[in-house]
């Protein structure tokens, strides 16, 4: 147990295995875990007494608040002998209440070891925690990358009460920028609430330039430890927002206990790129003056020079008067795609999704570029030699 604090109860291990407690001191255990001692689960299971499963779930020690190590046995009980599955992520925790004679940043350290029959053993590096009656927020948030104009956008926001103390007044708000459109804003409890606020709705009241999130006024009681929540914003970008716009999206949030004269405010953001699709489109002919009666070839070389994808492509091609369509002349030089035929109106050939014949590619990779090659049958003109315009 870290100095100053004492054992107050543990969680059982993931895959449902025991834990093991004793009351030891000096010499019979060492003070610290860096100080050589036999670890082994043999020894554990010899030298220290099980917990107690209670009625909320909970682990506790036959030793109470005179426990001086606890011990998480990780291996699946289900196999024999008892084993950690490969590709196993798992977390223990357990509870202590500090000292109350401990003086504000008094600093309270602890480690944690873990070991196996086939492996030495592996010290943690230590946790540190300082003692203080003031509030505080952890606040973490992830947002979309790239997003292009028109387009829906999300990013979250989570925060919960990072300290041993209530959190009795938490506010955050949310900074919208001009570029985006707000579609929708859905606050959340996380699991630490118990569901305790289940009933509870806490919706964004606008404000200046953004939302303003009252948590505790919508609870109407504190926050305690590990409790808060997460709000997901969905948003659409304008149709006016240019390529290269850097739109920042940012929040405060802030608790106080009545502990400190101001409250606690914590600031977070992420940044994401505005990324329109940048088609490009150059067409070549082979012929700059084909006689009457004579094949044509266009060849219209596509590509999108933008980061991100474009979608619904629409690709049209107006015939110059006196040339018809060859039909079946339409194919991809580039390897991996492929385009159906067109659909004609009048001399307009068109390549599209709503028309059912858009140009397929491998993926919907960024960036791509390729070229489609169209035969063009020039009909009989007047003129016996008369260019071909593209």
Same mark, same amino acid.
């Given at each position: 147990?870290?100095?100053?604090?004492?054992?107050?109860?543990?969680?059982?291990?993931?895959?449902?295995?025991?834990?093991?407690?004793?009351?030891?001191?000096?010499?019979?255990?060492?003070?610290?875990?860096?100080?050589?001692?036999?670890?082994?689960?043999?020894?554990?299971?010899?030298?220290?007494?099980?917990?107690?499963?209670?009625?909320?779930?909970?682990?506790?020690?036959?030793?109470?608040?005179?426990?001086?190590?606890?011990?998480?046995?990780?291996?699946?009980?289900?196999?024999?002998?008892?084993?950690?599955?490969?590709?196993?992520?798992?977390?223990?925790?357990?509870?202590?209440?500090?000292?109350?004679?401990?003086?504000?940043?008094?600093?309270?350290?602890?480690?944690?070891?873990?070991?196996?029959?086939?492996?030495?053993?592996?010290?943690?590096?230590?946790?540190?925690?300082?003692?203080?009656?003031?509030?505080?927020?952890?606040?973490?948030?992830?947002?979309?990358?790239?997003?292009?104009?028109?387009?829906?956008?999300?990013?979250?926001?989570?925060?919960?009460?990072?300290?041993?103390?209530?959190?009795?007044?938490?506010?955050?708000?949310?900074?919208?920028?001009?570029?985006?459109?707000?579609?929708?804003?859905?606050?959340?409890?996380?699991?630490?609430?118990?569901?305790?606020?289940?009933?509870?709705?806490?919706?964004? &009241? /606008? *404000?200046?330039? @953004?939302?303003?999130?009252?948590?505790?006024?919508? +609870? =109407?009681?504190? $926050? !305690?430890?590990?409790?808060?929540?997460?709000?997901?914003?969905?948003?659409?970008?304008?149709?006016?927002?240019?390529?290269?716009?850097?739109?920042?999206?940012?929040?405060?949030?802030?608790?106080?206990?009545?502990?400190?004269?101001?409250?606690?405010?914590?600031?977070?953001?992420?940044?994401?790129?505005?990324?329109?699709?940048?088609?490009?489109?150059?067409?070549?002919?082979?012929?700059?003056?084909?006689?009457?009666?004579?094949?044509?070839?266009?060849?219209?070389?596509?590509?999108?020079?933008?980061?991100?994808?474009?979608?619904?492509?629409?690709?049209?091609?107006?015939?110059?008067?006196?040339?018809?369509?060859?039909?079946?002349?339409?194919?991809?030089?580039?390897?991996?795609?492929?385009?159906? &035929? /067109? *659909?004609?109106? @009048?001399?307009?050939?068109?390549?599209?999704?709503? +028309? =059912?014949?858009? $140009? !397929?590619?491998?993926?919907?990779?960024?960036?791509?570029?390729?070229?489609?090659?169209?035969?063009?049958?020039?009909?009989?003109?007047?003129?016996?030699?008369?260019?071909?315009?593209?």
């Amino acid at each position: 147990m870290p100095g100053d604090t004492v054992f107050v109860s543990a969680d059982p291990p993931p895959l449902g295995a025991d834990v093991w407690f004793s009351a030891a001191l000096p010499p019979e255990l060492p003070g610290s875990l860096q100080e050589p001692f036999d670890s082994s689960s043999d020894a554990i299971r010899d030298t220290f007494q099980k917990g107690v499963l209670e009625l909320d779930g909970t682990v506790s020690s036959p030793f109470g608040a005179a426990t001086t190590f606890v011990a998480f046995e990780l291996g699946d009980p289900a196999r024999q002998p008892p084993a950690l599955p490969t590709d196993t992520f798992g977390r223990v925790s357990f509870r202590v209440q500090v000292d109350g004679a401990l003086s504000s940043g008094a600093l309270i350290s602890n480690d944690a070891l873990i070991q196996s029959d086939e492996l030495l053993a592996s010290l943690s590096p230590p946790a540190v925690v300082v003692v203080s009656g003031n509030p505080s927020l952890r606040v973490d948030r992830s947002c979309t990358e790239v997003g292009a104009r028109e387009e829906s956008i999300t990013w979250v926001v989570d925060y919960y009460n990072d300290t041993s103390n209530d959190d009795d007044d938490v506010v955050l708000i949310e900074l919208i920028p001009p570029e985006l459109e707000l579609i929708s804003a859905v606050h959340t409890f996380n699991a630490a609430t118990g569901g305790r606020f289940d009933q509870v709705s806490v919706t964004g &009241e /606008p *404000v200046e330039g @953004g939302l303003r999130f009252a948590v505790t006024d919508a +609870t =109407g009681e504190p $926050l !305690v430890t590990l409790e808060g929540g997460r709000i997901v914003f969905t948003a659409v970008v304008r149709d006016d927002v240019p390529t290269g716009t850097v739109l920042d999206l940012e929040g405060l949030a802030s608790a106080d206990n009545g502990n400190v004269s101001q409250p606690v405010s914590v600031f977070t953001g992420c940044s994401m790129l505005v990324a329109n699709p940048d088609l490009n489109l150059r067409k070549l002919v082979d012929l700059a003056d084909p006689l009457p009666d004579e094949n044509v070839t266009f060849t219209l070389l596509i590509s999108n020079q933008s980061v991100h994808a474009a979608d619904d492509v629409v690709l049209s091609d107006v015939l110059p008067v006196g040339l018809e369509y060859v039909p079946g002349s339409t194919f991809v030089l580039t390897s991996g795609w492929s385009i159906p &035929e /067109p *659909v004609q109106n @009048g001399q307009t050939l068109t390549w599209s999704q709503d +028309t =059912g014949n858009a $140009l !397929v590619g491998p993926s919907q990779v960024p960036g791509w570029k390729t070229r489609v090659a169209t035969r063009i049958f020039g009909s009989r003109r007047r003129s016996s030699r008369e260019p071909a315009r593209p």
